[in-house]
């Protein structure tokens, strides 16, 4: 039996995630203790396990035990985080609003971004990218691999993209103004190749959705839809598959309220219905491509989709949602007015020595580590069982499928070779290799280097 994977061990410490194969799945607060005067603007985790979540009045707040209990490592009155991500467990970045938003006069902090090289535990700004030039901050950003970084902003303007290769030792900044009035988010699927998207007006009353692509790293950009009404505006972008896509449409108080997505990888894109009426729509995100979830209202919590946006129901919390990342189809986090969890009913978390695996299975360490071109794992099965092998990357969205087969009890190899879904050499970074039966899951984070 031949097919897997291909990693490099971050920690020592395994995560183990299992579960009863009839059990449902559900969304529940962690303990995170919300600001009164902010909602979480964006979080980041890097495994089901670690993760850091940044809000408007200059708080950073970090967890290493799934959500159970969170640490406040940083404060600034003058700050507004908007964006955090983490190229591996040890460095990472938080962007800013910046200075000069009228609807944030206590924003006024000329830092756009802060850096951590200590898991998060104390930040320090970015001296190079505060100037009067590139004086508006970071909305979104996405960390491609352990070395790439994109990031756009701002919501009311101006337009600007920010890149770094080298792991944030320098940057570059684009001014947009030509392609949009302001950015919002951004999702690259490979380092030369992405999305952002944004309003074509600084003044939202004014403006229509704009979804931007580029495929050379950022350099020149094409404009692949502008949504059909004014006075809404383009705000997360989310990718479950290479093909599928959302993106999120928020009005300030006009109706019906829309969404847009793609089936064929983002060269088209179709306006679809979310509601006949008002909701305040910020984040979306998907488990897959059928199955997800939008929010950002003050008083009604998140909506669910079972069959990819064409009938949507309440899910009964979740306020003022404006990021979900997804690690599967059955793990996730999604961030607003606080930080929820999403996992089957019965579901447990470990972080432990592998000592007392609840697993129906044991499973090797793959080898070469790190690897490349390729990479092989054994396990071993204790009882007959389906068994699925994923590889996915630190976003969520999965890479390829390497397994779905029924196996008997045996001992097994199997291999990666790199390559993600359509055959494509997957770029040098951080993935996460799962094994799942019908009882249990076991998933472990490593790394490709090129």
């Known amino acids: 039996m031949k097919s897997t994977i291909s990693l490099y061990l971050i920690f020592a410490t395994a995560v183990i995630i299992y579960s009863g194969a009839m ?3 559900k969304w529940q607060k962690t303990a995170y203790i919300p600001s009164p005067a902010s909602r979480i603007n964006d979080g980041f985790f890097l495994t089901p396990v670690l993760g850091w979540v940044v809000n408007g009045v200059g708080q950073i707040h970090r967890t290493s035990d799934g959500g159970n209990s969170w640490q406040k490592v940083f404060e600034s009155s003058i700050t507004h985080f908007r964006s955090v991500g983490f190229l591996d467990s040890l460095n990472g970045y938080a962007g800013c609003l910046g200075w000069g938003d009228p609807n944030n006069p206590s924003s006024t902090d000329t830092n756009l971004i802060y850096r951590s090289s200590n898991s998060g535990q104390t930040w320090t700004p970015v001296i190079s990218l505060s100037s009067a030039v590139i004086k508006r901050g970071f909305c979104g950003m996405h960390v491609i691999n352990d070395s790439v970084i994109v990031a756009v902003g701002r919501v009311r303007g101006p337009a600007w993209f920010y890149k770094t290769t080298d792991r944030g030792q320098t940057w570059t900044a684009k001014d947009m103004s030509s392609y949009a009035g302001g950015l919002i988010d951004v999702r690259f699927t490979h380092p030369d190749t992405g999305f952002c998207v944004g309003l074509t ?7 229509s959705g704009v979804i931007l692509f580029t495929s050379d790293g950022g350099a020149t950009w094409t404009k692949r839809i502008t ?12 990718f479950p598959s290479r093909n599928v896509g959302y993106v999120s449409l928020q009005r300030n108080s006009l109706s019906p309220i829309y969404f847009v997505k793609t089936t064929d990888g983002g060269i088209t894109w179709t306006e679809k219905l979310f509601s006949n009426s008002y909701y305040f729509v910020q984040g979306i995100g998907f488990a897959n491509d059928t199955l997800g979830w939008a929010g950002g209202n003050s008083a009604n919590p998140m909506y669910e989709t079972t069959n990819g946006g064409e009938s949507w129901h309440s899910v009964g919390l979740g306020r003022r949602i404006n990021r979900i990342r997804m690690f599967s189809n059955t793990f996730g986090y999604a961030v607003g007015d606080s930080v929820y969890k999403y996992t089957s009913t019965g579901t447990g978390i470990i972080a432990g020595n ?7 299975f044991v499973l090797g360490n793959n080898f070469p580590n790190p ?10 099965l204790r009882e007959a069982s389906r068994v699925v092998i994923t590889i996915f990357d630190i976003h969520g969205s999965i890479v390829c499928t390497l397994l779905n087969e029924h ?9 990666w070779d790199g390559a ?15 094994l799942q039966t019908e009882k249990s899951t076991e998933t472990r984070k490593m790394m490709l280097v090129r």
Request: with cysteine; glycine share 6%; aromatic share 12%.
């Open 23 to 25: 059990s449902q799945a």
């Open 420 to 434: 993600n879904e359509a055959e494509e050499p997957a770029p040098s970074g951080a993935y996460f290799f799962r």
């Open 371 to 380: 690897f490349n071109p390729e990479t092989r794992v054994q396990f071993t």
């Open 354 to 360: 592998g000592s007392e695996r609840p697993l129906n």
């Open 407 to 415: 196996l008997s009890a045996g001992e097994y190899t199997a291999r």
């Open 227 to 238: 949504t059909a009404r004014k006075g809404e505006w383009c705000w997360k972008i989310n």
């Open 201 to 207: 007006n600084s003044n939202h009353d004014s403006s």
